[in-house]
């Protein structure tokens, strides 16, 4: 569906003076090129002055059967017949014609003209480029000014060069595909005398594609994309340059094609309507093989397929046999002002071509797609894609069309669109068509910046004296039928339409169109004109839809014609901004460049009053979408960010209508969203009390997140407790709710009435409550990483001083729920000023409850740590009881173990502090505990001394944990021999048993025989002859009897050995 605006794209038009009648038009820096009917003689005209005064006139070798131009290098191109013979010619320096120079050099393609006649002064060049096949048509690249011929069954690409008076040998101007632009005003060489600086152009013809089975009557070229149009089918495809050789066999395809074509000779094939898009269209039955030609070593080119479209001859309805054949084949390309690949790239570049009745435009770059397709009221006879526009022509009308070019490049410059920040009209959103300006006898189109050039030719049955004599009252009648003739042909009727009716009974000749009075060489009634009509600016034509589109808002502001003119003016704007931004980006020289190429030399538009005007666009569509139906009222939301506009100016401009007084969807869309999201802006308390208004009558249910949200920290909290009372009264009691309304009653100071409150739920339920609705408890954040935006609410401090087990039970809730990371956390306790108690609190019921490795072994370093400093530091001692005690934590936690039985013997006496015996209770049961990793804090633990038995035992623990047992026994035979049995019992066990008698039993002896009055040691001995008895047969325990006189002392317990052995 196409829709239609009658919104004036055009702005004036003048008449080219012309003496004889054109038969080809081409344009380019600047200029426009007529070749007279059947002619030799080549006119510049120049499009940047009024009247469009004669540049220059220059003779060609041959009469001219097709011309194009480049921007770069600022060249012609022509393909010529003479004599029978079809030659292609490129005319470099034309402009200096205009001073009157006669001198011409004439030479073959790489062969410079030597000696003072080129070196000593700027003359025009006629560059004879030699082909083996007949030329049939010829494109030039905007981008790197190369040249593609496209012959019978051939394309040849010709790259351009440029030399120089120091350096003969071949150069490139660019890259293989570069984005440098050269103004078209400065022609190679514009300087007169000897410059060793001067440059010409000249060609290297560099690769030729060979196609058996397609026959280009149009081609294309940009940025390494290549086009051809055949009949009834287009190809494109993709160069790139690469260093590999690459070698491509295409024999088999064609013998495979030849044969095929001969058994089928007795038939009449009709082609079947295929689309093949990006890695499908190798798919198509068109081989292209590569055959490379570079007089140079520059790489190798390889060939990728992009997008092949043929069409049935029955796909066309309403056209002879004679006009059943595409036209207007077309490469664009856009730049961005982020280039990501790189600033010689096209980010962007599409694919026209058309019908008689219908247009098509592709995406080629990243996914080949189908952007839009243009359903013509008539047969049209030529179309040019432009920057904002696409122009056709029919018979009598020239006629404009929006395209979605811009949608595309914007959602590669900008990543966030799409998303719930910004925004951008989808790129197969509907065309539009914008009013038609009627013309006789129109033959073709072309455009260069702003202008776009028509040339018109009367039919000779029909004299222009009749058409001029015609009243004025004809013109309209003409006009208002081809009109209703359109909207007919869409399917609308206009007599059922009263806004159609009265649209089509105004007088559409626009009053703001000037027409220069024609010369007496027209007043002689010729039956042709050459037209050059003016675009309006992008800004003044959104203006006008602007205005235009106040008709839908007044009468139905949910209207989807509104809907889709603003989006049309959205595109219209973000197309300007990506082409200033292009510009900007250019900088100095370049800039200037890029302004003549793209602009026709119009000076850009103010970028700021662009952005001004995008704002204004996107507030009026966030309006349209805010109160739209639910299937797109997500699009508020990006739309009304990006207009800048504060929350308080969208309520303002969403407070519901007396004929609908309910909020649109879009609006609580939007505004639950900005209330969602972490902001620093607090609003007022008349805007935060109107917020809760708006959703106490729109959605109750989130009038608690709605009361959570740091926007609303101004809210009246005596007038939203009563409507979250009428909520309790009205509603089922929910714990959020509860909490709610307890965090009001704490703004009023109303600690009774708040205690009763936090009473009333038992306090799992109200951890629940908070998981539910964390920002209960702080503010900021968002999930990231940024733990200094968080902040503890007003509730989270009440807590921390009246139920800190509560707030710890819900931090590690929140953690576990993952509403809130472990920074973030640890960032709140310190703002609340319980780094020290409520944070190791923390910490450890994290250990409860966590199950991620890495953070188990971070917070085991973290308390392990703590549990130091406050064993050597006093001072670091919690201000308040833990809430956990050791015996808690070791029963309750898997990575607390329990404490040794030997460590019983080791600690210090009750006379300690609660504070440091508990810490070093911890301490331990860590150390006993699986889960820590004993190479994390042994450099803390170094800082323990070994003089007081609490650190001797740490340091033992340390010892033990190491496997290193031997070192174990004698250092805490050396320290506290009366703990070493406690200790052998346990952990000279299983595989370490034999320790007893290999190194316990000879310390012992040892030690009692320098110490025989040591009672602890004698004891200790006892114990030990009693385990290694048991545990021995009687040959190894009577190994182990030293061999000193003291055998007598061994016996009793070698007798043991011996009963043992006997009755087992």
């Known amino acids: 569906m196409v829709h239609v605006y009658n919104c004036h794209p055009f702005t004036s038009q003048q008449i080219v003076q012309v003496e004889q009648e054109p038969g080809l038009v081409c344009c380019g820096g600047g200029a426009l090129f007529v070749v007279a009917t059947g002619g030799c003689k080549v006119d510049a005209y120049s499009l940047e002055k009024e009247g469009c005064p004669l540049i220059c006139r220059f003779a060609t070798m041959g009469t001219v059967r097709s011309i194009r131009h480049s921007n770069i290098g600022d060249y012609l191109v022509t393909i010529e017949e003479k004599n029978s013979a079809t030659y292609l010619r490129a005319y470099t320096n034309w402009r200096y014609q205009a001073e009157e120079k006669a001198r011409v050099g004439v030479r073959l393609l790489g062969h410079l003209l030597r000696g003072a006649s080129v070196w000593g002064g700027v003359q025009m060049e006629i560059i004879e480029i030699p082909l083996a096949e007949r030329p049939v048509a010829m494109a030039c690249c905007s981008i790197s000014g190369d040249l593609l011929v496209g012959c019978e069954n051939t394309l040849v690409l010709f790259t351009l060069r440029r030399q120089n008076q120091q350096n003969l040998g071949q150069q490139n101007v660019q890259g293989p595909w570069p984005n440098t632009t050269q103004s078209s005003s400065q022609s190679q060489g514009q300087t007169s005398g000897s410059n060793p600086n001067l440059s010409v152009l000249d060609f290297e013809r560099s690769v030729i594609l060979h196609l058996s089975k397609m026959s280009p009557k149009e081609v294309a070229l940009c940025g390494g994309y290549v086009a051809v149009q055949g009949e009834l089918e287009v190809l494109v495809l993709k160069l790139e340059a690469t260093s590999l050789p690459v070698t491509v066999d295409p024999s088999s395809d064609t013998n495979k094609t030849a044969d095929f074509l001969e058994d089928q000779s007795d038939f009449l094939l009709v082609p079947r309507h295929q689309e093949l898009l990006g890695h499908r269209a190798k798919d198509c039955d068109i081989p292209v093989s590569i055959e490379q030609t570079g007089l140079e070593d520059r790489g190798q080119y390889t060939l990728f397929y992009v997008l092949f479209r043929r069409f049935s001859p029955e796909f066309f309805q309403g056209c002879s046999v004679e006009e059943m054949h595409l036209h207007s084949l077309q490469l664009y390309s ?81 990543p966030y669109i799409d998303t719930t920040i910004k925004a951008c009209p989808p790129c197969n959103m509907e065309v539009c068509a914008l009013r038609m300006q009627l013309f006789i ?95 309006v600016s992008p800004l003044t034509l959104y203006h006008e839809m602007v205005e235009y589109s106040q008709r839908y808002a007044e009468t139905n502001p949910q209207a989807q014609s509104l809907r889709h003119l603003l989006s ?128 106490s009558q729109s959605e109750p249910s989130m009038i608690i997140s709605v009361c ?75 999930g990231g990483g940024q733990h200094t935006q ?37 960032h709140i306790f ?94 331990q049961a860590l150390l006993c505990g699986p889960s820590l990793l004993l190479g994390s804090v042994v450099p803390l633990l170094e800082q323990l001394s070994e003089e007081t038995l609490w650190g001797f035992s740490l340091h033992l623990l340390c010892v033990t944990r190491r496997g290193q047992y031997s070192s174990s026994i004698e ?18 066990q299983d595989k370490h048993m ?18 025989s009055d040591n009672s602890i040691l004698l004891g200790a001995l006892k114990e030990t002859l009693v385990v290694v008895a048991m545990e021995t047969s009687p040959a190894e325990f009577l190994e182990l009897i030293p061999d000193d006189g003291t055998a007598a002392y061994f016996l009793p317990h070698l007798l043991t050995c011996s009963q043992k052995h006997l009755l087992a």
């Not at 509730?795 to 973030?824: D, F, I, T, W, Y």
Request: overall charge negative; hydrophobic content about 40%; proline content about 5%.
């Open 708 to 782: 959570a949200s740091p926007c609303m920290i101004n809210v009246n909290p005596a007038r939203t407790l009563q409507i979250l009372q009428h909520m309790e009264d009205t509603a089922e009691v929910s714990v959020p709710l509860t909490i709610t309304m307890a965090t009001m009653m704490l703004r009023l100071d109303n600690l009774p009435k708040f205690t009763e409150l936090m009473e009333r739920h038992a306090e799992m339920l109200l951890v629940y409550g908070f998981i539910e609705e964390p920002r209960l408890l702080l503010h900021g954040g968002g």
């Open 830 to 923: 310190q703002e609340l000023g319980c780094e020290n108690s409520l944070q190791v609190d923390f910490w450890e019921a994290m250990l409860m409850a966590s199950s991620q490795d890495a953070v188990i072994q971070e917070l085991l370093f973290r308390v392990a740590s703590v549990y130091i400093d406050r064993l050597t530091n006093s001072a670091a001692a919690p201000k308040r009881k833990s809430l956990k005690s050791s015996d808690d934590l070791i029963n309750s936690c898997s990575h607390y173990g329990a404490l040794y039985p030997w460590l019983t013997v080791l600690n210090p006496a009750s006379t300690a502090s609660s504070q440091h015996q508990e810490a070093l209770h911890k301490l």
């Open 568 to 695: 049309e003016a959205h595109l219209l704007l973000r197309a300007s901004l990506l082409q200033t931004s292009e510009q900007q980006q250019s900088g100095g020289s370049n800039a200037a460049a890029s302004v003549l190429t793209r602009s026709g030399g119009e000076a850009p538009t103010d970028r700021q009053e662009l952005e001004v005007a995008l704002r204004q666009n996107c507030a009026q569509l966030g309006d349209c979408f805010s109160r739209g139906s639910q299937k797109d009222c997500h699009l508020a939301l990006p739309y009304y960010r990006m207009s800048g506009l504060s929350v308080t100016e969208v309520m303002s401009r969403n407070r519901p209508l007396p004929s609908s007084p309910h909020y649109g969807p879009g609006f609580l869309f939007y505004l639950k969203h900005y209330l969602l999201e972490e902001v620093d802006h607090s609003l007022s308390q008349e805007a935060a009390d109107e917020v809760v208004d708006i959703f």
């Open 971 to 988: 250092r805490l035979l050396d320290r506290c021999p009366q703990a070493i049995i406690a200790y052998a019992n346990h952990q000279l």
């Open 790 to 826: 968080v902040r503890p609410t007003a509730l989270a401090r009440q807590l921390a001083n009246s139920h800190p087990g509560l707030l710890v039970a819900a931090m590690v809730a929140l953690h576990e729920n993952n509403k809130v990371q472990l920074e973030q956390a640890d």
């Open 994 to 1011: 034999a320790l007893w008698w290999q190194k316990l039993l000879p310390e012992l002896c040892n030690r009692t025989r320098s110490a």
């Open 441 to 535: 006898g129109l033959r073709s189109v072309c455009a260069y910046g702003h202008h776009v050039i028509l040339l018109s030719a009367a039919d000779t049955e029909t004299p222009e004296e009749t058409e001029r004599s015609t009243p004025r009252r004809g013109f309209e009648l003409k006009e208002n039928n081809t009109l209703t003739g359109f909207f007919l042909a869409m399917g609308i009727d206009p007599t059922t339409t009263p806004a159609l009716e009265n649209l089509l009974s105004r007088p559409f000749l626009n009053r703001k169109w000037t027409i220069s009075s024609p010369k007496e060489t027209s007043s002689a009634g010729h039956g042709w004109n050459l037209y050059v009509v003016d675009t």
């Open 334 to 414: 856009m730049f961005t002002g982020n280039q990501s690949v790189s600033q010689d790239e096209p980010t962007c570049v599409f694919c026209f071509f058309s019908l008689p009745t219908t247009g098509y435009l592709y995406s080629l770059k990243g996914e080949v797609e189908l952007l839009s397709t243009y359903q013509y009221p008539e047969k049209v006879l030529e179309a040019v894609l432009m920057d904002h526009l696409l122009h056709v022509i029919t018979k009598g009308a020239l006629q404009c069309f929006t395209v979605r070019c811009a949608a595309v490049a914007a959602r590669i410059e900008d």
